[in-house]
């Protein structure tokens, strides 16, 4: 016999999250019900499900941080804010995807469903500062997204994506969880606000128990965001799942991951002695690395999968900048580089999708030759994403490498600004590659591409407006992020 | 106490040390003829037909997936009802209901399940034609036509 | 406290954990690194569960309630885990039955259409 009251639960800031995930369901029974129709009521649901989520964040943004659910769901601005980010990925990669999917004839009502569930297991990262929340999150997030790399079933390379995917999640995932049992087994609990108090009451044990489990953690998280030496599988997956499947995964699985290495950070700050200079070095090769192999890439897909690792670099940079003095340096930085690679990534995927075309699909640089003449709007766009990518005003590309420059400079990493630099200036070549073959180079046989749907026109619109405004509004865009 | 498995111990050497010895002692001192059937494979007395390496019908695999997964839902029940063997009516009240919950999507998994078929033996699933859309049927057409 | 000291269950753990590892880097056949991930995961459910049973951060926990939260929370974590790797499974087989579909072979190293 034990006492038992019903907890306190402060329902709104796990709202949004509900919203998606009965959204999801919604739009399985719609597939259930209605087999043999277009996918255009299940897109509906939707993105409508989505709107109500994203009103429901928004609301939650002026409200006071708060901790429910024992601790287990958080709500504070940063992760708030990425949750809003994730919801409008979600959403831009779903208007996009009707008609790439059909092109590609493989459009099953499963895929929205499991792309919502994805976000959803991003969100549930983004919103917690609990170790169990933070691997089931990574486990929806990575579950659904195993399935959506190997849905086009009769083609061999989204079958092997997937199969590499999956295996190489799971052995993340069972690193991470390691991680996660030796600081239970140091501090008692799964709350990562704990770890200071074990750090400085535990002994010696329990500090090497501490640090051995920070670093199995940071290899099952380094993984998940793509930081070297554990990148490998970025550019493969990339390349042989779906594109759109591929730009969900670019965006809202590097988003969730930077943002629980974000946490992560946060729980062991007090330790940021030992691992400040070890993730540096990560951050010079991750950026060196990615950059260095995407000049050999002839795959579009190959080459943004690398440049998406030098990425992943740039905003580790930021994080550790903010971690080496905390004081002087916020979280805006993270978010709003967050923010623009989110736009110019899935905007330059989304573009690239057009290249399927009746149940084919190449992703060569080749295959890019002519779009300017088939699809100027998208070819237009596409040389904007270029430019935000390599970072040339007045995009927002330029304007977040400008802020993880100077915050880095604040923070005393010379060397890392030093790095970053440099890259960027290495980056310059592949993406003036990609942008050549699209505009400049003549087809050499007339090709075939899919024609640009509404929704894809929709998406790079977005993007576009999305790229030139957050740079343009920059000031605006501070203010409100910090909340003022 | 480390007594206490010192047993457990000396038994694990002495089954390792027998059965060590009476496969490497038959194995050195007994005698070697082969015979085509002391060669084949043990199958519990019968003559063995067919090829070992015979492939199972793939649709086990699927059965087996659906199993693990409706499998583990009783986990959480299980722990669950340990709980509330013992509890006072606020915690049956309301775990009941959360449950429910629980158990409703559990209920949409098994509807999806059925109606796609994973648990008819001979059905395969495929895409519906309606899916492509009216506009890229006929383009197909064209082309074929073409 | 009497039995097998807690030492001897993390030995084991790191044991398994090892074995899992070195066999998802050695092995060519997916069923078999899945199977090497399971025993990695199984090492994980080990370590939580020797944690929560004999609590070395004792030092942290004040009361009786807070030390069976503490313990709750490991043995929770077991079962999230176990429900989770049969997720795992079943989107695991289903991804190489898709695999086997296609080619009927699913030796890792003939999946090499993604390089470069």
Not at chain 1, 50 to 64: E, H, K, Q, R
Not at chain 1, 102 to 113: A, L, T, V
Not at chain 2, 115 to 123: F, L, M, P, R, S
Not at chain 3, 92 to 102: D, F, K, S
């Amino acid at each position: 016999m034990f006492d038992f009251s019903p907890p306190l639960i402060d329902w709104m800031t796990i709202a949004p999250l509900i919203a998606v995930a009965l959204t999801g369901l919604i739009a399985l029974m719609v597939e259930v019900m209605m087999p043999k129709r277009t996918n255009g009521g299940i897109i509906g649901v939707s993105l409508v499900g989505l709107a109500v989520a994203g009103g429901l964040l928004i609301n939650n943004l002026s409200m006071p941080n708060s901790e429910t659910f024992s601790g287990m769901a958080l709500r504070d601005h940063f992760g708030t804010l990425l949750q809003l980010l994730l919801v409008v990925t979600c959403g831009l990669s779903i208007l996009f995807s009707e008609g790439y999917l059909r092109e590609k004839r493989i459009p099953f009502g499963e895929f929205y469903p499991l792309l919502l569930w994805s976000t959803m297991g991003a969100m549930i990262m983004c919103m917690t500062r609990n170790l169990l929340m933070l691997f089931l999150g990574v486990e929806v997030l990575s579950i659904s997204l195993y399935v959506l790399a190997g849905m086009s079933r009769s083609e061999e390379r989204s079958e092997e994506s997937a199969m590499k995917y999956f295996l190489l999640g799971a052995f993340a995932s069972a690193f991470l969880l390691f991680g996660i049992s030796f600081v239970y087994g140091a501090t008692g609990t799964l709350q990562l606000a704990s770890i200071s108090e074990a750090w400085t009451s535990g002994g010696i044990s329990s500090q090497a128990l501490l640090l051995f489990g920070f670093g199995l953690i940071m290899v099952g998280l380094s993984f998940k965001s793509g930081f070297v030496p554990f990148h490998q599988w970025t550019p493969d997956v990339y390349q042989g799942a779906p594109t759109n499947v591929t730009a969900f995964m670019a965006v809202g699985s590097k988003v969730a991951a930077i943002a629980a290495v974000w946490r992560v950070f946060e729980g062991f700050q007090i330790m940021s002695d030992y691992w400040i200079p070890i993730m540096s070095w990560v951050a010079i090769l991750t950026m060196s690395v990615g950059n260095l192999i995407a000049l050999l890439q002839k795959d579009v897909k190959r080459i943004l999968g690398y440049s998406s690792i030098a990425h992943a670099g740039y905003i580790l940079v930021a994080i550790l900048a903010h971690y080496k003095n905390p004081q002087a340096v916020g979280f805006n930085t993270v978010f709003y580089y967050l923010l623009s690679y989110a736009l110019m990534t899935l905007g330059s995927f989304a573009v690239i999708s057009l290249t399927a075309h009746s149940g084919r699909e190449g992703t060569m640089l080749s295959d890019l030759n002519g779009m300017w003449k088939r699809a100027p709007f998208a070819a237009a766009s596409l040389i904007v994403f270029m430019a935000s990518l390599v970072g040339i005003p007045p995009t927002s590309g330029f304007v977040g490498k400008f802020l993880i420059f100077s915050d880095a400079l604040q923070a005393g990493l010379t060397p890392l600004a030093m790095v970053l630099a440099v890259n960027s200036i290495i980056s310059v070549y592949y993406y003036v590659g990609i942008a050549h073959a699209t505009v400049v180079a003549e087809e050499k046989r007339p090709g075939k591409s899919g024609r640009p749907t509404f929704g894809l026109n929709s998406t790079c619109l977005l993007c576009t407006v999305g790229v030139f405004g957050a740079a343009i509004f920059y000031s605006p865009l501070m203010n409100f992020l910090q909340g003022r | 106490m480390q007594g206490t498995y010192l047993g457990l111990l000396f038994l694990i050497v002495i089954a390792a040390i027998v059965c060590g010895a009476m496969v490497t002692l038959s194995w050195l001192l007994g005698p070697k003829k082969k015979t085509p059937y002391k060669e084949a494979p043990y199958e519990c007395g019968v003559t063995p037909v067919g090829d070992a390496r015979e492939r199972f019908p793939i649709k086990f695999y699927l059965v087996a997936i659906l199993f693990i997964l409706f499998d583990i839902e009783v986990v959480f029940l299980w722990s669950w009802m340990t709980a509330f063997k013992k509890a006072d009516t606020n915690f049956m009240v309301f775990s009941f209901f959360e449950l429910l919950g629980y158990m409703a999507t559990w209920v949409v998994g098994y509807v999806y399940a059925l109606h796609v078929g994973a648990i008819d033996w001979d059905e395969t699933t495929s895409l519906a034609p309606e899916k492509l859309g009216k506009k890229h049927n006929a383009d197909e057409q064209k082309e074929n036509v073409a | 406290m009497q039995g097998v000291p807690l030492f001897a269950y993390i030995a084991l753990a790191l044991f398994m954990f090892t074995v899992g590892t070195v066999g998802v880097i050695i092995r060519r056949n997916p069923i078999v690194i899945f199977m090497c991930v399971e025993l990695m995961l199984n090492a994980v459910n080990l370590t939580f569960l020797a944690f929560a049973r004999y609590m070395p951060a004792m030092a942290l926990q004040h009361n009786a309630a807070q030390r069976a939260q503490s313990q709750m929370a490991g043995q929770m974590m077991v079962i999230f885990v176990m429900a989770v790797a049969a997720a795992e499974v079943a989107v695991g087989l289903g991804i190489i039955m898709a695999i086997y579909r296609l080619r009927e072979n699913i030796d890792i190293d003939e999946l090499n259409l993604l390089k470069g």
